[in-house]
T-cell receptor, first 116, second 117 residues
Framework: GAGVSQTPSNKVTEKGKYVELRCDPI?????LYWYRQSLGQGPEFLIY????????DSGLPNDRFFAVRPEGSVSTLKIQRTERGDSAVYLCASSLNSGSSYNEQFFGPGTRLTVL | AQSVAQPEDQVNVAEGNPLTVKCTYS??????LFWYVQYPNRGLQFLLK??????LVKGSYGFEAEFNKSQTSFHLKKPSALVSDSALYFC???????????????FGGGTRLMVKP
């Protein structure tokens, strides 16, 4: 079946511009996660959605970052006034649900963001 | 706060030899531990997990991992390496600092496995 998809696969922008990164989770997965992976490092948690609501956004680095999931499926990560330090691969993952039992996360291929 | 350490940036092994990729962790409470593999230009792929039960966990592609509570380790192993196993491997622990409201993962820095023919 279809896995997690992310678009675009690559995004090059200029410092100060606004970007949107899209994630299509696996159908039926209620939990959705965004991570950021800088070069040579492991992924770092940004934000977690359970359904339509952002259940935990403690990983967002500052208020230039925002994410939505209005219908509980597709999610968009939005970055305002991009900075060169935002350059990284942004990964999306989804899982069946969350809570006390663990369901493994399935990751998309990522969006490579380059801020010039 | 929890953390995961992968002490080796790269592991080199000859094809057919056993391989070990090391991981140590620090968590409060019972750990939920995972291994993921990342191939170039592809997303992270789940290999295996330890939640509870047997300390030796078997996963995909012939990989296994041994949970050692006293040493706080969760090393990834495979009896006979393949060239196609060459990739970037990440150990991760479930983030419990936010309670059980989510299953966010804290990842190690990754270990590059190079299997030579």
């Amino acid at each position: 079946g279809a896995g997690v998809s992310q678009t675009p696969s690559n995004k090059v922008t200029e410092k100060g511009k606004y970007v949107e990164l899209r994630c299509d989770p696996i159908s039926g997965h209620t939990a959705l996660y965004w991570y950021r992976q800088s070069l040579g490092q492991g992924p770092e948690f940004l934000i977690y959605f359970q359904g339509t609501g952002a259940a935990d956004d403690s990983g967002l680095p500052n208020d230039r970052f925002f994410a939505v999931r209005p219908e509980g499926s597709v999610s968009t990560l939005k970055i305002q006034r991009t900075e060169r330090g935002d350059s990284a691969v942004y990964l999306c993952a989804s899982s069946l649900n969350s809570g006390s039992s663990y369901n493994e996360q399935f990751f998309g291929p990522g969006t490579r963001l380059t801020v010039l | 706060a929890q953390s995961v350490a992968q002490p080796e940036d790269q592991v080199n092994v000859a094809e057919g030899n056993p391989l070990t990729v090391k991981c140590t962790y620090s968590v409060s409470g019972n750990p939920y531990l995972f291994w993921y593999v990342q191939y170039p230009n592809r997303g992270l792929q789940f290999l295996l997990k330890y939640i509870t039960g047997d300390n030796l966990v078997k996963g995909s592609y012939g990989f296994e991992a041994e949970f050692n509570k006293s040493q706080t380790s969760f090393h990834l192993k495979k009896p006979s390496a393949l060239v196609s196993d060459s990739a970037l491997y990440f150990c991760a622990v479930r983030d419990t600092t936010h309670g059980y409201a989510g299953n966010m993962l804290t990842f190690g820095g990754g270990t590059r496995l190079m299997v030579k023919p």
